[in-house]
């Protein structure tokens, strides 16, 4: 009888962080008992999908025998439309977690080197470790990407340049001048990844509005934006880079030709027609956000101020025992891993009634 041996996977894969997502519903409801979870860990839309989004789930069940489209291109149209590119512009993936993994597979050889802040999302450090590339850190300056430090890290071996504006999970923007003022300063050949999951929620007045023209113009960038965050559709899992044509011929060579389902594309396109639901998405967002961090003040705890849907916050010296009653009251944040981010969480900004239970909650921990 063969005696069968398990074949190694590559030895630094052990050198990988595991990414750690927010606790799942389900495990709170299995663990705990508690049916009504309130998960404040993922930055999910609390008004939910577009109602749009929602009648084209339902119409589109009836095809689920039939493949998606594997270039993505009504998606791909309408977008390019929306941002005044062309098609070959974009590419669809995967949540734009996908669109990450791409560039890195797509981009980064072992030997180049990459460049990440930290705390980012964390994302960019796998992908690149993913690809055997190990990422050059540059940790943050008062919670703010240090950006002098990443100029300083980019040398004649870097390829890629990653960074999430907003921040994740700090939730801070980087200013315009000074973001303009490093991505001219960077060397051409440089590939600047732009993670915008956050966009939607930027005020008007403070977005980079440079994005798009400075890809029309040819520069090396990829932007990333998403449909899980404003658009209320995480579980569908659909994102999408914006970048050169070549790099998007780049990025579609390594992609999986079906990596985005039919219903998702489908959901996607209706949402996206539905500019009111990301519109009042952005205004309760912006409103719960005010109430909550004047209820954070109250009750003596720290947060960073944020363009985002979520409020990073120092949970000091009682950090554990928090997320442990919240855990036991049904409701999950998500509470910081990384040594040098501990005992910060990250609190999505749910609506008023969950405001309401959480501060409740937290009142009843605190004491
Ligand atoms: C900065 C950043 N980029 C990307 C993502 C992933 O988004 P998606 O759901 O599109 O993969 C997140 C999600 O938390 C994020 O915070």
Known sequence: MKEWRPTAPREDLE????????RHRSEIIRDHGIADV??????ENPLGPSPRAIAALADLAAIAHHYPDSQARELREALA???????EQIVIGNGSVECIDLVARAFLRPGDEAVVGSPSFPRFQIACQVVGVRPTVVPHREWRFDLEGLREAVNERTRVLFLDDPCNPTGTLIPRDDLAALLDDLPPEVLVVLDRAYYEFVPEGERFEEDLDRIRSGANLVVLRTFSKAYGLAGLRVGYAMTRPEHGRALNRVRE???????AQGAALAALDDDAHVAETVAVTASERAWLGGQLDR???EFIPSRTNFLFT???????AIDRGLIERGIVIRPMSAPCIQPW??????????????VRALEEILG
Not at 38 to 43: T, V
Request: hydrophobic content about 40%.
């Open 15 to 22: 050198r990988i962080w595991p990414y750690i997502p927010g």
């Open 38 to 43: 309130l998960k404040l860990a993922s930055n």
């Open 81 to 87: 439309g929306r941002h005044g590119l062309t098609p």
């Open 257 to 263: 030709a079906f990596n985005t389902s039919s219903i």
């Open 299 to 301: 009750l003596g705890l």
């Open 314 to 320: 120092d949970l000091g010296a009682r950090a554990a």
């Open 345 to 358: 969480a990250r609190i999505s900004i749910p609506a008023r009634t969950g405001g309401k239970r959480f």
